[in-house]
C-alpha cells in the first residue's frame, strides 16, 4: 500500500492534528539553536586542549635542548662558553618550567602552567623520554615539593629515568636529600661509570645545603680510605674535592694518598684540596706535583697556587727550590689549642665555599 491511499483512510480531524504538532524546521545554521551552541563550544575547547598539548610538546623539546647544552657546560666546567652562558642556560630552564603554556587572557578551558603539566609527566611513564625530561627540568624550579618526585625518579629501574632524576637532585640542592639514595647509585657497579659519577657531584652540590654534614663526609672518608684502585677516578675526585671545601686540615693525610693518582683530574682535586685545608705539613707533597716528574701543566699549575696559599701570599711559581728556601725560613706553625668550652676539630667543618 502507498503512503497517499494510507493518508486517505485517515479522518480529517487526525490529519489536522498531525499537522498542528509538526515541529517547524529551524534554519540551518541558527545562532539560536542550543545544540549548535553546545557544539561550538566543543570544538572550541578542543580547539583550545590541541593548542596548549602542541605547545607543551614544544616546551619539551625546548627543555631537553637546553638540558643537554647544561649538561655539556657543566661536563667541561663551563669552560668554552664561560659562567655567563651556564647562567643562561639555568634562568631559560628555570623560566620555562614555570612559564604557562597557554596565555590566560586567550584561553577558552582552564588553563595549567608548566610547572603543573611536569610535575604530572614526571609520574606518567607512558613516554620514557617525556618523563625523563620533566624528572630533570623540575629540579630547576626551585620548589621543594618535587623532591619527593625526585627521589621516586632516582630509585627507578630504568636508568635513563635515574639519570634524569638525580641531575634533578643536584640542581634542586634540597637541604633533605637523601644522601642514602645518591650514595647507593654512586656505589652500584650496575650503573654506566657516568651516572655514578654524576650521583658523586649530586652528593657534593647538596653538601653545600644540608645542616648535617655527616652523612656527607662519611661518604667522602669512606672513598678516599679506600684501597688505590677500586674508586672510580671522577668519583674518588669528588670525594676529595668535598674534603676540600670543608677548609678542615684534619683530612690532609687522606688526601694526599691520591697526590700519585693516574689520572690528572684526580691530582688537581689534591693539589686544590690542600691549598684550601692550608695543609701546613703537606708542602713535600705540593713540592713534589710541582717538580719536572709531574706529567700535567695543569697539576703542577695548582700545586703552585696551593704553595702560595700555604706561604701567605708568597708566589714562587714552579721553582722548587726557591719554595723550599720560602718553608725554610718560616718557623713551623703553632698548633693552637680549641678553648675549654669548644669542641675539637673532627672532620666535620662546615663548608666556607664551593
Request: net charge neutral; with cysteine.
Amino acid at each position: 500500500m502507498t503512503l497517499r491511499p494510507l493518508l486517505s483512510l485517515l479522518p480529517p480531524a487526525v490529519l489536522l492534528c498531525a499537522c498542528a504538532t509538526a515541529p517547524e524546521p529551524r534554519q540551518k545554521g541558527d545562532p539560536n539553536d542550543p545544540l549548535l551552541q553546545e557544539q561550538i563550544a566543543d570544538k572550541k575547547l578542543t580547539i583550545a586542549n590541541e593548542k596548549a598539548w602542541r605547545d607543551y610538546m614544544r616546551v619539551l623539546m625546548r627543555l631537553e635542548d637546553a638540558l643537554e647544552t647544561y649538561v655539556g657546560l657543566i661536563g667541561n666546567g663551563g669552560v668554552t662558553d664561560g659562567p655567563k652562558k651556564l647562567g643562561q642556560v639555568e634562568r631559560l630552564i628555570h623560566d620555562l618550567v614555570n612559564g604557562h603554556d597557554v596565555n590566560p587572557a586567550d584561553a577558552v578551558g582552564p588553563t595549567r602552567g608548566n610547572y603543573s603539566h611536569l610535575l604530572a609527566t614526571a609520574a606518567d611513564g607512558s613516554v620514557v623520554a617525556n618523563q625523563g625530561t620533566a624528572l630533570a627540568a623540575l629540579g630547576f624550579s626551585g620548589n621543594k615539593e618535587v623532591l619527593s618526585v625526585l627521589v621516586n625518579g632516582a630509585m627507578s629501574t630504568d636508568p635513563f629515568l635515574v639519570d634524569r632524576a638525580v641531575l634533578g637532585l643536584a640542581v634542586l640542592r634540597d637541604p633533605q636529600t637523601p644522601i642514602g639514595v645518591l650514595a647507593k647509585i654512586m656505589d652500584d657497579p650496575a650503573h654506566a661509570e657516568e651516572s655514578r659519577a654524576q650521583a658523586a657531584w649530586a652528593i657534593f652540590r647538596v653538601q653545600e645545603t644540608v645542616l648535617d654534614k655527616e652523612p656527607v663526609l662519611t661518604v667522602w672518608r669512606r672513598l678516599v680510605a679506600a684501597e688505590p684502585g677500586t674508586v672510580l677516578a671522577p668519583v674518588l675526585m669528588t670525594a676529595i674535592r668535598g674534603l676540600g671545601v670543608t677548609r678542615d686540615p684534619g683530612f690532609a693525610d687522606v688526601v694526599a694518598r691520591h697526590a700519585r693518582h693516574p689520572m690528572p683530574k684526580v691530582r688537581e682535586a689534591v693539589a686544590i684540596a690542600l691549598g684550601r685545608m692550608n695543609a701546613q705539613m703537606q708542602v713535600e707533597t705540593l713540592l713534589g706535583m710541582l717538580g719536572t716528574d709531574e706529567t700535567s701543566p695543569n697539576v703542577r699549575l695548582w700545586a703552585s697556587k696551593a704553595l702560595t696559599q700555604l706561604a701567605g701570599g708568597v708566589d714562587r711559581g714552579y721553582d722548587v727550590k726557591a719554595w723550599r728556601q720560602v718553608f725554610d725560613r718560616q718557623p713551623a706553625p703553632v698548633q693552637l689549642l680549641p678553648a675549654a668550652d669548644a669542641p675539637a676539630t673532627t672532620g666535620t667543618a662546615v663548608p666556607k665555599d664551593k
